[in-house]
């Protein structure tokens, strides 16, 4: 049950980002920045909580992690 909510929430999210950075962008968004719109968002909703905006994204802390390290030197 935990994990369908979770889940819910980031499908919820997931829409919401893609209408706001298409209503910004004339162009379509690539998929890294889809994923890293999502991780900022889930991060900012979590007040900068690396556990809860992981398993609101679905995915391990490390690889979080490892996702915002790849960021900085993309």
């Avoid at 556990?51 to 993309?74: C, F, H, N, P, V």
């Amino acid at each position: 049950i935990e994990k369908s909510v979770i889940l819910s929430s980031f499908d919820h999210l997931e829409k919401e980002i893609a209408e706001t950075e298409s209503k910004n962008k004339s162009y379509p968004l690539n998929l890294h920045e889809l994923e890293m719109s999502a991780i900022h968002q889930a991060l900012e909703k979590e007040n900068g909580n690396m556990e809860k905006a992981s398993k609101l994204l679905g995915i391990s802390r490390a690889t979080l992690w490892r996702k915002l390290q790849a960021e900085r030197s993309y």
